[in-house]
């Protein structure tokens, strides 16, 4: 076995080992009575609750409402945050302009924006995109205006002693140089993003992996929380990487083995 199969299997045992023995301490703590059943029931339990949803087809219907909301609010958020981003950071006026209501309204937290938005939108739909569209905007636009400002000034003089057109600046030198900060800010952006669906489906919705957790809450069901909680970490890591590798694949100038 050559030595990069090896370090390939060992950055998989490294990355699986933590989770591994959480679950086996977690599965001890359960088994000895350390911790109470209604607090966090056993492993064996959970999986067994995953696996009557997924049988029932209820997670499935569940996930993909959540999905199909995330996916709509994070597009949004994500072409204003990179618009409006490369906005602010290309023109000093248009900075000034809004510098300060970014400075107001990014640090409200996305709970408080919840009842504002229903009173707004009203329990549909469209205070939910809106909601996720607010939770995803934010790491977008900062991380886009971080990436041009943080152009490297020597290929800038580079272009100018060329006398590159403004356009040419734009698609050939700052664009590139944002790009890896941009792909950061989506992948924050995702993760804020469902952070935010399921915040919202807890307070306002009959529907989605949110509506389920909260239901089952109400009803005394750890299992199924837990089996929900666990859904929402294992599709966000998919997505992530999913960006992760897109990321890669556009940009395999930017990474060095």
Not at 19 to 27: G, K, R
Not at 95 to 113: D, F
Not at 232 to 241: E, P
């Amino acid at each position: 076995m050559n030595t990069k199969n090896m370090k390939k299997i060992t950055d998989i045992l490294l990355s699986v080992a933590a989770p591994v023995a959480i679950v086996i301490l977690w599965a001890f703590a359960v088994g000895s009575g350390l911790v109470r059943t209604a607090i966090l029931p056993a492993p064996k339990t959970i999986a067994s609750t995953l696996w009557s949803l997924l049988e029932s087809g209820k997670l499935w219907r569940d996930m993909s409402i959540s999905i199909l909301r995330v996916l709509r609010g994070f597009a949004c958020g994500a072409l204003g945050g990179t618009l409006i981003g490369s906005c602010m950071a290309f023109s000093k006026t248009v900075n000034r302009i809004l510098g300060t209501m970014v400075s107001i309204l990014r640090p409200i937290p996305m709970l408080a924006w919840i009842p504002i938005l229903i009173l707004w939108l009203g329990i549909g739909e469209n205070s939910k995109t809106a909601v996720i569209f607010i939770g995803s905007f934010w790491p977008v636009l900062l991380n886009t205006i971080h990436g041009i400002q943080s152009t490297d000034p020597k290929l800038l003089e580079v272009a100018r002693i060329l006398e590159k057109k403004r356009s040419v600046l734009i698609w050939k030198v700052y664009l590139p140089s944002a790009l890896p900060s941009i792909f950061t800010g989506l992948r924050l952006g995702i993760s804020s993003a469902w952070t935010c669906v399921v915040g919202a489906e807890m307070i306002a919705a009959t529907s989605g992996i949110g509506y389920m957790i909260h239901y089952a809450r109400e009803l005394a069901q750890p299992a199924r929380v837990y089996a929900g909680v666990f859904c929402i970490g294992f599709v966000g890591i998919l997505i992530d990487k999913g960006l992760l590798a897109l990321q890669k694949r556009l940009l395999s100038w930017s990474y060095t083995e």
